[in-house]
């Protein structure tokens, strides 16, 4: 039988360097990215929020690094935020 792992602290679960983001959302589960460039690293009232390019996703956006959106992924997610407005009109055309 596994022994129970202990639960990381936010501080631990989420890291971000200059030339790294690495994101633990669950247990047994992380994610890399490589990144080229900071575009923006900012800390408002609210959250820490970053902008920057990476090797394989293109540009990302984090809030309190924990991954948003990417240049990658941005068309499947604003596919999906028109279907449910073109469905209730009823009348769209594809012209």
């Known amino acids: 039988m ?3 792992q202990p639960q990381p ?3 631990q679960s989420h890291k971000a360097s200059d030339d790294q983001q690495v994101e633990r959302l669950h247990k047994g589960y992380a994610q890399s990215m490589e990144i ?4 923006a690293d900012e800390k408002s009232q609210f959250q820490h ?4 390019d ?3 996703n293109g540009r990302v956006m984090t809030l309190d690094d924990i991954v948003q959106i990417t240049s990658r992924d941005e068309s499947a997610y604003a596919d999906m935020l028109t279907h449910l ?3 209730e009109h ?4 594809g012209s």
């Open 2 to 4: 596994a022994r129970p």
């Open 90 to 93: 009823g009348k769209v055309s």
């Open 36 to 39: 080229t460039k900071v575009l």
């Open 9 to 11: 602290s936010k501080t």
């Open 49 to 52: 929020i970053r902008i920057f």
């Open 85 to 87: 407005p073109m469905l």
């Open 54 to 56: 990476t090797v394989a």
